[in-house]
Structures are given as structure tokens and as C-alpha cells.
């Protein structure tokens, strides 16, 4: 018997489990790192050889060493020996090798500390000077939304380091119980949500004596400390406004700590920081995505030049070495391109697909995905990624919908014919901020949609407004407003299917969700009940004054200022106006989207006398993680579908 899909996508943890991620070239380019089957390996480039290093878990490279962070401790592996050196310092919060691959820092109980590899002469260099003060460690804002994973950076030369002094201690505290269990103490979590105060952030430059000299900017205009590059003699770092509208790129003296202004930049709505920038490339010229309003594009700018054509969206950098910068960058927005600038512009990879990769002295590792496959190669040898396939056929079709060519999937049962009943919809996109859900290759969230297909429905997932891919222009058009573009690309694309396929029964329409699209769905049904019949909103954020400070300012502005952009993009002035079947599901764990958010806005459904249901998940995050949660949902959420819309089992 086969096995079922809900079953098997939780089983293989949502199609992941043997399939190779995080790959990347380590410090030296002569080994390519990539994650698979729970486990940290290593591919000789000369040999072709692979070595498992350890279990997955963040690490740093120096000169063929690999410094690797698990939940135990911390390891030291040589990796042309393969000789590993456990470290006697118990768990740390964060751990980095220098770059002469002699000493580790790490931060542990908010101190930082350092440690020569074979575990020899630890010494501290700063502790804490206040209850809510940590070294080394980032704070909420900087690990969940502005992709920086690090408070600490090595000096080229490793003789000193660059570290963030994080005080919290004006940061709004909150505490997370768990209600199966009321004899067990809440957690205590710092949380700055939208209007709040933020953790103060500031940056000293750390001797190995201990011997400190602090780093000066305008901390009260730009509190923000994005991200930190630190690869010439001077570290490069860029700073943002609280508007977000600023950012500062610096450059500090590591004898004095003062700063320079390397170069600014604004934008009437936010600017990006994107991902591998700023940054120096080997020539020291400067190296930054910025966006081109002239021509609605992100362009690499290396030095004062944008070295790359208009309409060519430049999104992330993935190796800046000798050999050039390696950048990944769209055309299509269903597709990712890796390219390569060395003084000239070249695409790496020709197939059509969502590409990735990268370039080092000697050394190119290539990750091609397509709708048929997924190659993954490093300098033409095979690294094999052995994910389990899905029991059910992809059978998708990607088109661009109406005049705006929203991109679309589509999926219908491969059972229905013409002249059988028409089909019920389900509508199942992301179309937030950050993500690009409609790619061309396989996803495995495809999976899921093709079997709620399978059961009856034509689903339909699209990239609407304020997604990334197209362009600043196209992400920034849902600012002030987090519900109308986004709701409107919906029923837009929603009508251009229908018309396309002319076997959908628009009178009975769902939307499920999760994160901002569980938000949209809540939204949909609420504002816009004629068009969607039914909404499954998880981990839907109900009051956006509730949520991050960093993310939901970028959009919405700040709360006192803005606030009728926060109760336009919010659900709970509106419960009074759900007319259709809604289903709010919720982990009570989760500190991303707290379960506040949905436990008010079932309280406020029910304060209105309006029937909606709810399931809350004890213990579980923003991303469910256990088994049995992950593929019963599926088949609860189908359960409602059916009985909200009005499908029969015999319709499948």
C-alpha cells in the first residue's frame, strides 16, 4: 500500500531529509561543505574524496581547519588530516576560528572568550556590565530579519576582533509559558516588537591582551548595525536609520576606532542590505547592491560603477575572492542565475532553472535545479543529493497570469476530465515580503499543493505584489498597506485561471496559509468574503503593532506615526466582519509569531458571535516540527476544506 503523501512529507522532514543544503567552498577553495542526512561533509577537490566532519551544525573555516559548533560544544577538525580536537569549553553560544586557524573565540554566558585549538590557554576578553548585556551574541532583530548571524568578526591577521555590545535591557521582556504544564516557570524572552524599544547596539574593536578601544558612529540616528565585513585592514560595516530609509557604510580605524563614511545611501521607502555585502572585493574597491531607481533594478556596484545591466535583479553575493565576485541574480523571476564578475560579466550556469553556486581561486562549486532534476557538481565532480521522491508526479504548470504576469502554479487532478463537475479552488501562496514561492524546480511545498489537488481542488499558488524577483518597484508596492495590493493580485490571478481553464466553480473558493500568508487568508475571507468562501489561517499575525520592530517598521512605518497603516494591515479591527468559515491554527511555542496573536483574534471572533475554529499545538514553534502534527494537519485542514465548501469525498 502507498504509502500516504501527508505521511511520507513529514516522515522525510518536508522532502529534506538526504538532500544536500547549505553548500558552500571553504576559506582555502579546496574543499566544498554542504550539509546531508543530519550530517556535516567535506569534498576534496583534488581527490574528489567526501569525509563526514561531524553532525549538521554552524561552522567556520581558516587554512583547511573547520570549526564546528553543535549543541555539546565546540570541535576543531584539520580537514586534510581529518584529526579532530573536541574543545574543553562546554556549550557556547557562538564560536568563530581566526583566520591563521590558532585560536577560537566564543561567546558563552554573554562573555567572549578565546581559546588557542588544541584547548589550551583560554582567557576571557570582556564579560558583561549589566544584567541585560551580552558580547558576541545578536540580538532578535539581527538573527530573525536582518540575516546576521554573527556579533563577533575577526581581524585579517587575527591579532583582534570587531564585537557588538548588545544591551537589552530597555527591549520589551516577555515570557512564554507552557500551559500543559502551569507548575513549570515561564521563559524569559526579550521581544522588541514594532514601536518599542530596540536593543542598543555598539561595537569595540577587542586586542588579544583584552585591551579595548570602542567604535564611534551616530548610534541615536542609526541604530541599526545590519551587517559586518571585515577582509582588508579595515573592517567595513553598514548602519541603518530606524526608518530604515538610510544606511551609513563605515569604515573604522582599528588603532582608534574612528569611523569614515565609505558611502550613503536612501530610498523613500527602505533600503536593502543584501546578503555577502558590503563588502571589499580583492582590489579593495567597494562592493554593493544598490538599487537603481532610473531603471527599477538592483545593480552590483563595485568601486562607484554598477557593473551590471538594467533589468538584470541582482539579489545576493555568494563568494567574493581572486577569482571574482559570484553573484546570484534574476531576469525571470522564476528562475536564478549564478554569474561571475572578474573585470567581466558572465553567466556560469546556461540551463534554465534556480541556480546557485560558487567561485574561488581554482575552484567552482555549481547547484543546478530544474523541473527534471537537481545537478550539484564542484570543479566536475558529482556530489550526489539523495532527497526521497514524492509518491505523487510534480504535474504543475507555471504560467503568468493577466496583464501584470503574475507568476502562477497550477495544479489540478490528474483524474479529472472535461464534462465532469467543475472543481473547488484552493488558493495556497506565501506572496509575502522575503520569499518566492512560484520557482522553477520542484519544491516540496509543490508536494503538498499536488495533493490537496489530487483530493479535488485546482490549487493555485502566485507571486503577487511586494514579492521579491521583479524588482525594488514590485516588492515596495504593498508599503502602507499589507492587505489590498496583496489580496487584489490574489483574485486577479484567481480570475485569469478560471477563464484559462474554464472548469473552476468560483463559488467555492479557498485560501490556506502559513506566516504572512496565513495572515492573507484570514485577511481574504474577512475583506473580500464574495470572492473566497473559506480561510485557513497559520501563524497569521492578527495586530501588527504585535510583531518585530525591524520587519514590520520596513513596511508599515512606526506604529505611532503610521497608525492607520497598522489598523489597515491588521485582522483584529475587523472580526466583526468574518461572514465565512475561518480555521486559525497556532503553535503555542512559537516566539516568532507569538501565539498572542491568534488566541486575541479567536477571542475577539467569539466576543462578535462568529464561528470560526481553532487548533493550537502545545510546545511547537513557527515551524512545526513534530511528525505526526506535520501530517495530521494536512488532513485536518482538508477536513475543514471539505466541510466549509461543501465537497464531497465522492468529488475526489
Not at 585592514?233 to 526608518?243: E, G, I, N, Y
Not at 534556480?354 to 566536475?380: E, K
Not at 485542514?637 to 475526489?652: A, C, N, T, Y
Amino acid at each position: 500500500m502507498i504509502e500516504d503523501l501527508p505521511r511520507q512529507y513529514a516522515r522525510t522532514r518536508r522532502f529534506s531529509a538526504g538532500a544536500v543544503t547549505g553548500l558552500t567552498i571553504d576559506s582555502t577553495g579546496r574543499y566544498a561543505l554542504f550539509n546531508r542526512q543530519d550530517s556535516l561533509w567535506a569534498m576534496d577537490a583534488d581527490r574528489g574524496r567526501e569525509q563526514r566532519i561531524g553532525s549538521s551544525a554552524a561552522y567556520n573555516t581558516a587554512r583547511a581547519h573547520l570549526c564546528l559548533q553543535t549543541a555539546e560544544g565546540v570541535a576543531v577538525t584539520n580537514l586534510e588530516t581529518g584529526q579532530r580536537i573536541d574543545l574543553p569549553i562546554g556549550a557556547v553560544d557562538a564560536a568563530r576560528l581566526d583566520p591563521t586557524a590558532t585560536v577560537v573565540a566564543f561567546a558563552q554566558a554573554g562573555a567572549l572568550e578565546v581559546v588557542g585549538i588544541d584547548g589550551s590557554n583560554r582567557r576571557t576578553l570582556v564579560t558583561p556590565d549589566g544584567d541585560a548585556v551580552t558580547w558576541g551574541v545578536p540580538e532578535f532583530a539581527a538573527s530573525l530579519s536582518m540575516e546576521r548571524e554573527s556579533a563577533f568578526w575577526w581581524s585579517p591577521g587575527g591579532d583582534r576582533l570587531l564585537v557588538a555590545r548588545v544591551d537589552e535591557s530597555r527591549v520589551e521582556l516577555r515570557h512564554l509559558a507552557d500551559p500543559t504544564r502551569p507548575d513549570a516557570p515561564p521563559r524569559m524572552i526579550r521581544y522588541p516588537r514594532a514601536g518599542t524599544h530596540n536593543a542598543e547596539v555598539t561595537l569595540s574593536l577587542i586586542a588579544l591582551d583584552g585591551s579595548r578601544v570602542e567604535v564611534a558612529w551616530d548610534n541615536a540616528e542609526f541604530e541599526y548595525l545590519v551587517q559586518v565585513n571585515w577582509t582588508t585592514d579595515k573592517p567595513l560595516f553598514a548602519v541603518q536609520s530606524r526608518d530604515q530609509r538610510r544606511v551609513h557604510l563605515l569604515e573604522a580605524d582599528p588603532a582608534t576606532g574612528e569611523t569614515a563614511l565609505v558611502r550613503e545611501v536612501t530610498d523613500e521607502h527602505w533600503v536593502d542590505v543584501r546578503p555577502g555585502t558590503p563588502a571589499r572585493a580583492s582590489d579593495g574597491r567597494l562592493v554593493w547592491i544598490e538599487r537603481d531607481v532610473d531603471t527599477d533594478t538592483n545593480r552590483l556596484l563595485v568601486g562607484t560603477e554598477f557593473v551590471t545591466p538594467p533589468g538584470l535583479q541582482v539579489a545576493e553575493i555568494r563568494s567574493n575572492t581572486a577569482a571574482g565576485i559570484a553573484f546570484l541574480a534574476q531576469t525571470e523571476p522564476t528562475e536564478t542565475q549564478l554569474y561571475l564578475y572578474d573585470g567581466e560579466l558572465r553567466q556560469l550556469i546556461e540551463e534554465a532553472g534556480v541556480n546557485d553556486g560558487f567561485v574561488a581561486d581554482g575552484t567552482v562549486a555549481l547547484d543546478r535545479r530544474t523541473m527534471t532534476g537537481r545537478r550539484i557538481t564542484f570543479n566536475g565532480r558529482s556530489i550526489e543529493s539523495r532527497p526521497e521522491r514524492p509518491h505523487l508526479d510534480l504535474d504543475v504548470e507555471l504560467i503568468s497570469a493577466g496583464p501584470d504576469e503574475l507568476r502562477t502554479a497550477v495544479f489540478r487532478p490528474s483524474w479529472h476530465r472535461p464534462g465532469m463537475p467543475n472543481l473547488p479552488v484552493l488558493l495556497s501562496p506565501y506572496a509575502g515580503p522575503g520569499f518566492q514561492l512560484v520557482m522553477a524546480y520542484p519544491a516540496p511545498y509543490y508536494a503538498v499543493s499536488r495533493w490537496f489537488a489530487e483530493q479535488g481542488f485546482v490549487v493555485i499558488s502566485t507571486d503577487g505584489r511586494g514579492t521579491p524577483g521583479r524588482g525594488p518597484a514590485y516588492e515596495r508596492a504593498t508599503h502602507g498597506d499589507s492587505v489590498n495590493p496583496a489580496v487584489e493580485d490574489q483574485v486577479a490571478a484567481l480570475k485569469y485561471v478560471a477563464e484559462r481553464y474554464g472548469d473552476l466553480d468560483l463559488d467555492r473558493v479557498a485560501m490556506r496559509g502559513w506566516s504572512y500568508s496565513g495572515f492573507l487568508a484570514a485577511a481574504a475571507v474577512i475583506h473580500r468574503p464574495e470572492v473566497f468562501h473559506a480561510g485557513i489561517a497559520g501563524a497569521a499575525v492578527s495586530d501588527q503593532r504585535q510583531y518585530d520592530s525591524y520587519w514590520k517598521e520596513r513596511f508599515l512605518g512606526h506604529p505611532d506615526e503610521q497608525p492607520e497603516a497598522y489598523r489597515r494591515s491588521s485582522l483584529l479591527p475587523y472580526a466583526t466582519e468574518l461572514a465565512r468559515p475561518l480555521l486559525i491554527v497556532q503553535g503555542l511555542a512559537d516566539t516568532n509569531v507569538w501565539s498572542s496573536h491568534a488566541l486575541r483574534l479567536s477571542g475577539a471572533l467569539s466576543a462578535a458571535g462568529k464561528q470560526h475554529e481553532l487548533i493550537v499545538f502545545p510546545g511547537e514553534g513557527h515551524r512545526i516540527s513534530d511528525e505526526d502534527t506535520i501530517a495530521n494537519l494536512l488532513h485536518l485542514e482538508l477536513d475543514f476544506l471539505r466541510r466549509s465548501l461543501g465537497v464531497s469525498r465522492g468529488e475526489e
